[in-house]
C-alpha cells in the first residue's frame, strides 16, 4: 500500500479539480484582479443538444427519486476517511526508492509509446513525457503534426509550446494559419495564437487573431480528452489502479497548460481611449464567461467582462458582474462537490461517469452531476465504497 501517494492525492485532488483555475492564474497576471474572483458564468452557457444516447444517461442519473430531507445536508454524501499516517509506514528510503521505480516505469512506458505505429499513443508519448525539454517537445509536436495535421491536442500542444520558442521555422503564420482545418470553433486556438503574436510584438496581429477568438463557438483547452487520452494509452501500461492513473492524468495536464496568459494581458493593459481593442475584450469575456468547456476560461471571462466595466467607471455593472459571479462560485465550488469529487476516487464507476460527462458537456455540467450522482448513490444503505483502494 502506498500510503504517501494515497494522502497526497487526497490533498491533491481539492486543489486541482474543484480549484483547477488557481494552478495558472500566475501566468496571466498578478495583482490584475483576474484571481480575485475565480468564479464563472457557466450555469448560463448555452449546452450542446443532447444526443439520443446523452438522453439515455441524463434519464440514467435523474429519472430517480431523491430523499428530499437530505438535499440540503452537508453529510448526505459518504465521506470515506482519509488515509493517515502510522509506524507501519515505509521509511524515507523506501519511499524515494518506490518513487524512483516509479520514474522508470514511466520512462518505459513513454519510450514504448513513442516507437508506436499508432497515432494517439504516439502523441501520448510525446505529451505526458515528464523528462523532455521544451525544445524536445517542440520539435516532436511539429513531427508528429506535420503527420497527423488535423489532430486538435497536438495542434493546440504546439501552439502553446512556441510561446517559448523563437523558432520561425516553426511557429511561424503558416502554422498559424492552418488554425481552422484544424478546430474551426475553438476559440482557444486563436486566444493561443493572439497570445503567441502579443509576446512577439505583433499587436495588430493579436488583436486581429484575438477578433477572430471572441467569434468562436467554445473554448476548450482539451482537458477531459487529455485525460481520457490518458487513460486510452498510459493506464493500461502501469500497474496503477484506474484513481491513481486519473490522478496522474490530472496532475500532469493541469502541470502543463496551454499558454494564452499574454492575450489576457493585451486586454487588461489597454486603455480606455482604445475603444476597438477594449470591445473586442469585451466580445471575447462575454463568450468565454458562457460558451467555455472549464470553470476556469469562463471564470477568466468573467474577470474581462467586469475590467470592461470598471474601466467604462461604470460601478453599478461591475460590481453586478462580480455578484454574479459569486453566485456562480458558490454553486460550482463547495463542500458537497468536494465530498462528491473525493468520493469517486473511491469508486471507479463514478469517476468513469465523470470523465464521460466532462467529455460531453464540459466542467460545470460534470461537477453538478456527478454530485447528483453521489447523493443518490449515497442513500443506498448497501453502497459500500469506502472499502475499495483508492490508489495503488
Known amino acids: 500500500m502506498r500510503k504517501l501517494t494515497l494522502f497526497c492525492v487526497f490533498a491533491f485532488l481539492v486543489i486541482v479539480i474543484l480549484s483547477r483555475q488557481f494552478i495558472q492564474s500566475e501566468k496571466i497576471a498578478v495583482n490584475t484582479g483576474l484571481n480575485e474572483n475565480n468564479s ?3 450555469s448560463l452557457r448555452q449546452e450542446k443538444p443532447l444526443t ?17 430531507t437530505l438535499t440540503d445536508q452537508l453529510a448526505e454524501i459518504i465521506t470515506c476517511p482519509t488515509p493517515g499516517f502510522d509506524s507501519q ?5 523506501q519511499q524515494e526508492r518506490l518513487l524512483s521505480e516509479d520514474e522508470q516505469q514511466h520512462d518505459v512506458i513513454i519510450q514504448a509509446l513513442k516507437h508506436s505505429n499508432i497515432d494517439h499513443e504516439q502523441l501520448a508519448g510525446i505529451l505526458f513525457d515528464i523528462g523532455i525539454s521544451t525544445k524536445e517537445k517542440l520539435n516532436e509536436l511539429n513531427e508528429f503534426h506535420q503527420k497527423y495535421p488535423s489532430n486538435k491536442i497536438a495542434y493546440l500542444k504546439l501552439l502553446s509550446a512556441c510561446h517559448s520558442s523563437n523558432n520561425n521555422n516553426i511557429c511561424n503564420q503558416q502554422l498559424f494559419d492552418k488554425a481552422n482545418a484544424v ?8 486566444l493561443s495564437i493572439a497570445a503567441h503574436k502579443f509576446t512577439h510584438n505583433d499587436l495588430q496581429g493579436a488583436f486581429e487573431s484575438l477578433t477572430v477568438a471572441a467569434k468562436k463557438s467554445f473554448f476548450s483547452e482539451y482537458f477531459y480528452e487529455s485525460i481520457a487520452l490518458f487513460d486510452q494509452t498510459v493506464s493500461p501500461m502501469t500497474s496503477k489502479s484506474y484513481a491513481g492513473n486519473i490522478a496522474s492524468a490530472i496532475g500532469h495536464i493541469s502541470a502543463h497548460s496551454v499558454n494564452y496568459g499574454q492575450a489576457f494581458e493585451y486586454c487588461l493593459e489597454t486603455e480606455v481611449q482604445n475603444i476597438e481593442v477594449l470591445d473586442a475584450c469585451f466580445q471575447l469575456g462575454e463568450n468565454m464567461e458562457h460558451n467555455s468547456h472549464s470553470l476556469f476560461l469562463s471564470s477568466l471571462g468573467s474577470s474581462l467582462v ?7 467607471q461604470d460601478d453599478d455593472a461591475a460590481a453586478a458582474s462580480e455578484q454574479r459571479s459569486s453566485s456562480q462560485y458558490q454553486e460550482s465550488f463547495n463542500e458537497q462537490t468536494s465530498k462528491a469529487t473525493l468520493l469517486m476516487y473511491h469508486d471507479e ?3 468513469r461517469l465523470w470523465l464521460q460527462l466532462g467529455l460531453e458537456h464540459g466542467e460545470f455540467s460534470a461537477l453538478k452531476q456527478l454530485t447528483e450522482e453521489a ?10 465504497p469506502c472499502k475499495a483502494q483508492v490508489v495503488q
Request: charged residues 30%; negative net charge.
Open 89 to 93: 509506514e515505509m521509511t524515507l528510503d
Open 183 to 190: 478546430d474551426q470553433e475553438n476559440g482557444m486556438i486563436w
Open 306 to 312: 467586469k475590467e470592461y466595466y470598471l474601466k467604462l
Open 40 to 42: 464563472n458564468q457557466a
Open 52 to 68: 439520443a444516447t446523452e438522453e439515455q444517461l441524463e434519464a440514467t442519473l435523474f429519472n430517480r427519486t431523491i430523499d428530499t
Open 375 to 384: 447523493k443518490w448513490r449515497s442513500q443506498d444503505p448497501n453502497y459500500n
Open 349 to 351: 464507476d463514478l469517476m
